[in-house]
């Protein structure tokens, strides 16, 4: 079924302090390994069994097979975990899944129509999943103005243009996601989720990246937006070592000679301008503006962020 806008706005925008179900707890998802056969589905018995490296004339399709079977189950698990818990969308969504494995067990031996059911369900998925991004943007941003009297809603979009957006996930379980405008490096947005897929902090960002790599000619702005003002202090760290990467073009290691560099895309960070999602106010301006927490970002944490 087709999760649309309005309906996962209103499962959102009404719960959206709800907790996810516990990630031990994800109906039909995949668990099991061509190691464990017991706990795998038939047609993941037939991708497993085709994997045979001495069947080589299969090995392209097969390969395909368990590429798309990653990806299905992926996107079902990322979609499943950021709905609000037992919400008529969620509760859809995992009756679409259980009937896509239905369909693809369906197929036997049938190699083609194996790959062919595992692409439709990954295709459903990453339009659902950019969906429900989208939705959440809204529903924090809703009537609020950039500095410059926009949208904010639109602004984040802009930036958030290319979809799937990048994304890390932390050693607490949080993810940053963030993405840039086609054609238009310098203009990014980036959104920090924790574990139970809501929405902590939305950012903007305008001539940071690659803004410590060669002359500086404008002065980059840095802008968040907070949704939940109690976790600034594991904000800020986080977004800061996200933009020291982004100033130095990502894919850094920050190892031995290379360390001095990303010491240095911290030290001369721009400011970063913080404001609370809950602000009455809703404008871009300093009504609706945080302090900052003096924390830091640790110099090895830039070398998270690749792209």
Not at 37 to 60: E, F, G, M, W
Not at 172 to 184: F, H
Request: hydrophobic share 40%.
């Amino acid at each position: 079924p087709d999760l649309t806008i309005a309906l996962v706005l209103l499962g959102l925008c009404m719960s959206v302090l709800a907790q996810a179900n516990s990630i031990l707890d994800r109906p039909y998802a995949n668990l099991g390994s061509c190691n464990q056969k017991d706990k795998l589905r038939p047609a993941q018995k037939v991708i497993c069994d085709a994997s045979d490296p001495h069947l080589t004339h299969y090995n392209s399709i097969v390969g395909a097979m368990m590429e798309y079977d990653g990806a299905a189950n992926g996107h079902y698990i990322n979609l499943w975990r950021d709905l609000p818990m037992d919400s008529p969308v969620q509760k859809r969504v995992i009756a679409a899944q259980k009937a896509y494995l239905e369909r693809r067990d369906a197929c036997g031996k049938d190699y083609g129509c194996i790959l062919r059911t595992e692409k439709a369900r990954t295709k459903e998925l990453y339009t659902q999943q950019e969906k429900l991004e989208k939705a959440k943007l809204a529903c924090l941003t809703q009537a609020w103005e950039t500095a410059g009297g926009g949208p904010l809603e639109q602004r984040l979009l802009d930036g958030f243009n290319i979809f799937p957006w990048r994304m890390v996930t932390l050693a607490n379980g949080w993810r940053l996601q963030w993405g840039t405008m086609p054609d238009q490096a310098s203009i990014q947005s980036v959104a920090l989720l924790d574990s139970k897929g809501r929405i902590q902090a939305l950012g903007t960002a305008e001539k940071l990246y690659r803004s410590q790599l060669g002359q500086r000619l404008l002065e980059p702005v840095l802008r968040i937006y907070v949704a939940n003002v109690k976790s600034l202090v594991e904000i800020v760290p986080v977004l800061s070592s996200w933009a020291a990467a982004s100033c130095l073009r990502f894919n850094q290691s920050c190892d031995g000679e290379e360390r001095s560099k990303c010491q240095a895309a911290l030290a001369h960070l721009p400011r970063m301008a913080v404001y609370g999602l809950h602000c009455k106010a809703r404008k871009t301006t300093l009504s609706c503006g945080l302090p900052s927490p003096a924390v830091k970002a640790k110099v090895e944490d830039i070398g998270f962020y690749s792209q």
